[in-house]
């Protein structure tokens, strides 16, 4: 949403209790077992449960929703601070690995500060070095400094090209989408970077603009970018903060889609790449700028259109889907939240997200879920996932408790999978807690089930079935106070019965394969 960037006076003292030589949270901490099973195959017989409380996952094609196209966070105005940490390549890995979060979207930014106000051109420099050391002293001294415009412009720009460098050479099948918090400062109505908006007599070039970017990062960095927006905000309030914006009224962005950008893209042979519409900061704004621009400009319901929104100022029980965007079969991603008034790192944090993360997939139908800032430095807002040590060049970091409760969803559901409904069934003698959230998810031959209890005083046992299919294996991964992705084999009773116990106050994430079950 923003770039604040931290005050520097902020010292490590404040984060030394939890982290390790290696600048990961510290195992005695929490119980993180290796994340690699040999043989996930049953082995045995469990004791035949004593729960008549089935949980059901239902397959029918009345019972599925929304294709899921993956997790993902945002770099952006932070790559520098990732790029000028020693441990950068571990970060990364905390991100983007199987023993990480297993993050397959990355969200970056096209900055407005590759307009150079003196030459007067635009220049975004892809021969420069970025496989500069963390520690270089020409990035390190005057960290600060004005660079076209924007402060620590040069270093975001560099990092951003190492970040893309590095995911797409060491992690396979990540998206690449950029967002626009700003155009070039000489094509808006106010010559600023914060508010105003892209005056009309300049779309032509914008459009040129956004593929000129486009082709750079492909050519240079040899990646396929898989979709660009151009805006991040546009409400008219977005001005309003400290960082760059540029406003979009609905019919401003959706004449600008169909007759510039869309044509330019298929002259420059990018009529495949998704565009990302909307982003505005809040769900319910996004709601209304979506469903107006839908109703008004029908030639916008483009299969490679994405409709997005920001979770910002959003409760959980007002979570949607975008109404045009389902009558015209698109998808629908929250591109952008995170907590930016308050700064908490509790297992109670944790779970408060576990619950939004539940309530955007299962009730917002959303297919793309990207997090705010995966790694960067904060003192008062809970914006990332990875606290990053302030001093530069920074060399501690460790993983915030709700780093594992969105990793209860991103390395699990796997890319593809389609979102199913599931259904708890009490008996007289077992029931649920009262505020218990499960979503369930199919691909091929292969379930998963995300349990998110939110009851501070009950745990529970269930038996576990799927219409029609009969399980192959099973394991689960449990995060609570106390243990974080902690998995264990799930064997049937020697009467076919499967049931796992979700401790009070937890995430448990239930996957594997099944039997008699066709892919598709």
Not at 276 to 297: C, M, P, R
Request: include cysteine; glycine fraction near 6%; charge should be negative.
């Amino acid at each position: 949403m923003k770039k604040i960037y931290s005050l520097l006076f902020v010292t490590l003292f404040l984060f030394l209790g939890y982290s390790c030589d290696d600048g990961s949270l510290d195992h005695s901490d929490v119980y993180i077992p290796d994340p690699v099973e040999e043989n996930f195959e049953d082995d045995g017989f469990s004791s035949e449960p004593t729960t008549t409380a089935v949980v059901k996952i239902k397959i029918g094609e009345e019972n599925k929703h929304q294709t899921i196209d993956g997790f993902g966070c945002a770099f952006c105005g932070w790559s520098h601070r990732i790029w000028n940490t020693m441990q950068r390549e571990a970060v990364m890995a905390d991100l983007f690995s199987k023993a990480g979060l297993s993050l397959n979207i990355f969200r970056g930014e096209v900055f407005p500060s590759y307009y150079n106000p003196t030459s007067k051109d635009i220049e975004f420099k892809m021969d420069r070095n970025f496989m500069l050391p963390p520690d270089d002293p020409s990035m390190i001294n005057n960290y600060w400094r004005n660079y076209n415009g924007e402060e620590c412009g040069e270093q975001m720009q560099l990092g951003q090209m190492w970040l893309v460098d590095h995911v797409n050479k060491k992690y396979k099948d990540v998206k690449f989408f950029f967002s626009v918090w700003c155009p070039p400062v000489m094509w808006k109505s106010n010559g600023k970077l914060n508010g105003g908006n892209l005056k009309s007599d300049y779309y032509d070039d914008y459009a040129k603009y956004l593929m000129d970017f486009v082709d750079a990062y492909e050519q240079k960095l040899g990646i396929d970018i898989y979709a660009m927006s151009g805006w991040n905000e546009p409400d008219v309030l977005s001005s309003m903060g400290g960082w760059a914006s540029c406003s979009w009224s609905p019919e401003q962005m959706a004449k600008f889609v169909i007759e510039k950008l869309r044509p330019e893209m298929q002259k420059r042979g990018h009529s495949d790449m998704k565009l990302v519409y909307g982003e505005n900061a809040w769900w319910s704004w996004a709601t209304k700028h979506i469903n107006t621009s839908l109703q008004n400009y029908p030639k916008l319901a483009d299969p490679n259109l994405i409709t997005a929104g920001h979770g910002y100022s959003t409760s959980d029980e007002s979570i949607a889907p975008f109404e045009e965007a389902v009558k015209h079969n698109l998808h629908i991603w929250q591109t952008e939240i995170s907590d930016d008034k308050d700064r908490q790192e509790t297992w109670a944090d944790a779970m408060k997200w576990a619950k939004t993360f539940h309530c955007y997939l299962a009730n917002g139908n959303v297919s793309g879920f990207v997090w705010w800032a995966g790694a960067r430095p904060c003192s008062t807002t809970g914006e990332n996932l990875i606290q990053l040590e302030e001093a530069l060049p920074s060399s501690t970091y460790y993983r915030v408790p709700r780093y594992y409760s969105y990793g209860q969803y991103t390395k699990f559901i796997e890319r593809d999978a389609v979102r199913v409904d599931v259904e708890a069934i009490p008996s007289e003698t077992d029931k649920f807690p009262k505020d218990l959230l499960i979503s369930a998810y199919m691909k091929d031959d292969t379930y998963t089930i995300v349990f998110v209890n939110t009851s501070k005083d009950e745990s529970f046992t269930t038996l576990l079935e799927i219409d029609g299919v009969e399980f192959q294996n099973m394991r689960t991964y449990t995060s609570s106070e106390d243990v974080k992705w902690q998995h264990k084999k799930i064997n049937p009773s020697l009467s076919g019965l499967r049931a796992i116990t979700v401790p009070k106050y937890s995430v448990v994430t239930v996957t594997g394969k099944m039997k008699n079950h066709e892919a598709e």
